[in-house]
């Protein structure tokens, strides 16, 4: 009779332990999917295309030394998605020939909407030659069920003459 008891017990812990494991598996499930479209993602280009953003750039290919340079950085959500706006909203800049007042800004620095983030620097160098700017965009955004966080890396060359 025990015996029995016992393995009637652990048939009903084994059928709601596997039950339980195949929701949360198909749960967990979504979220590795949305994690995978952050594989390899680098703005180099100035348009930058996902399926829920788009960061779009302005920068100019030349300028004269000592003349300011004008950096313009602009994402907007697309497919049901909005900025958290409750996020770290930052761009960070790397070390380089460009001196823009400071190397990391935050959402204070810029305009913020719930459809578009959008930051504006300016920075001189005046060092003659190639140079390379450089850095990371982050920002968060959501649908009313999700959310995800972007940390984009961006890579532009400027000549200064």
Do not use: W
């Not at 016992?6 to 039950?19: D, P």
């Not at 979504?30 to 348009?47: P, R």
């Not at 100019?60 to 959500?77: D, H, N, R």
Request: proline residues 2%; charged residues 25%.
């Amino acid at each position: 009779m025990k015996k029995t008891v016992y393995f009637i017990l652990f048939l009903v812990v084994s059928t709601l332990l596997t039950s339980c494991s195949k929701s949360d598996s198909n749960s967990q499930l979504k979220i590795v999917n949305e994690g995978e479209k952050k594989v390899n993602k680098k703005i180099d280009s100035s348009l930058f295309e996902d399926k829920y953003f788009t960061i779009s750039t302005e920068i100019p290919k030349t300028i004269k030394s000592g003349e300011k340079l004008s950096l313009k950085m602009e994402a907007k959500v697309r497919g049901g998605h909005h900025i958290n706006v409750d996020f770290p909203i930052s761009l960070s800049i790397d070390d380089g020939c460009f001196d823009f007042g400071n190397k990391k800004f935050k959402k204070n620095d810029s305009k913020t909407t719930e459809n578009e983030i959008i930051f504006t620097l300016n920075g001189v160098c005046s060092q003659v030659g190639e140079h390379k700017i450089s850095g990371n965009f982050s920002f968060g955004h959501c649908t009313d069920e999700i959310c995800a966080t972007e940390k984009l890396p961006f890579s532009f060359n400027t000549k200064v003459e």
